[in-house]
C-alpha cells in the first residue's frame, strides 16, 4: 500500500487550487463586466432597459448557483451540444456573478445624493458625463467594501462546480481521498487553503469599510 505524506496530500491540493483561483477571477472580471452593463441598464431611464436588469437579476438571484451549473452543463447537452466543464462553470459563475455585483453598484449609485445629479446637471453635463466624473467616482468608494466581500462569496461558489466535474479544489479533496483514504487531514488541509484565500479579502473589505466610515465623518 502507497503511503501519502501529508506534502504529497498537500502539493496535490495545491495544483488543484491554481484553477480554483483561476476560475474566480475569470468568473469576477466576467462578472464585474456584466454587472456593470446592469448597472447602466438598472439607471436607465428607458422602461424597457430597468425591466430586462430587474427581471435578469431577480432570476439569477432567485434561483440556486447549483440548479445555473446544472443547466449550463447538462442542458445544452440535450440540445447536443458538447460544454465542457470549465467553460460551463465559468459561464455560469460569471452570470450569476453579475446579478450581485449590478445590484450591489445600483445601491451605492442610488446612495448618491440627488443634489449631486443636479448640480452637474446644471452644469450642462450630459447624462454619461454625469455618471464618468461624478456619480461613479462617489459610488466606486462605497462599493469597494461590498465588492471586495461578495469576491469571497465567488471563491466558495466555485466549489460548487465540482459537482459538474471540474476539478478544482474541492474536487480534488474529493480525488485525494478517495486515494490516500484520509479524510480528516485532506478536507482539513481544503479548508484551511479556503481559509487563506478567503481571510485576506475578508479582512480587507472590514479594513476598507471602516477607512470609508472614518473619512465619511471627517467629511
Known amino acids: 500500500m502507497i503511503e501519502f505524506t501529508i506534502w504529497d496530500i ?21 462578472g464585474g463586466l456584466v454587472g456593470l452593463a446592469l448597472l447602466f441598464l438598472r439607471i436607465s431611464r428607458r422602461k424597457w432597459a430597468r425591466a430586462v436588469a430587474k427581471y435578469y437579476i431577480e432570476l ?23 460544454v465542457p466543464a470549465w467553460l460551463a462553470a465559468g459561464v455560469a459563475l460569471i ?9 450591489i453598484w445600483r445601491g451605492c449609485v442610488e446612495a448618491i445624493a440627488k443634489g449631486q445629479w ?25 462599493a469597494v467594501p461590498p465588492t471586495v466581500g461578495f469576491s469571497v462569496q465567488v471563491i466558495k461558489g466555485t466549489a460548487l462546480t465540482s459537482i459538474i466535474g471540474f ?10 481521498t478517495n486515494a490516500t483514504f484520509q479524510p480528516f487531514t485532506v478536507y482539513g ?31
Open 118 to 142: 443636479e448640480a452637474s446637471a446644471s452644469l450642462g453635463m450630459g447624462r454619461l458625463q454625469q455618471m464618468r466624473y461624478v456619480i461613479l467616482p462617489q459610488a466606486m468608494r462605497i
Open 10 to 30: 498537500l502539493r496535490n491540493l495545491l495544483l488543484a487550487t491554481r484553477w480554483t483561483i483561476a476560475l474566480s477571477l475569470v468568473s469576477f472580471i466576467g
Open 189 to 219: 488541509l481544503v479548508a484551511l487553503i479556503y481559509f487563506a484565500l478567503c481571510w485576506p479579502l475578508s479582512k480587507s473589505s472590514q479594513i476598507l469599510e471602516r477607512k470609508l466610515n472614518v473619512a465619511h465623518r471627517n467629511h
Open 167 to 176: 476539478v478544482e479544489l474541492s474536487k480534488a479533496g474529493t480525488v485525494v
Open 95 to 103: 452570470l450569476w456573478s453579475a446579478a450581485f455585483l449590478g445590484e
Open 60 to 82: 439569477f438571484q432567485g434561483t440556486p448557483l447549483l440548479m445555473q451549473l446544472f443547466i449550463a452543463f447538462f442542458g445544452l447537452g440535450l440540445f447536443g451540444i458538447d
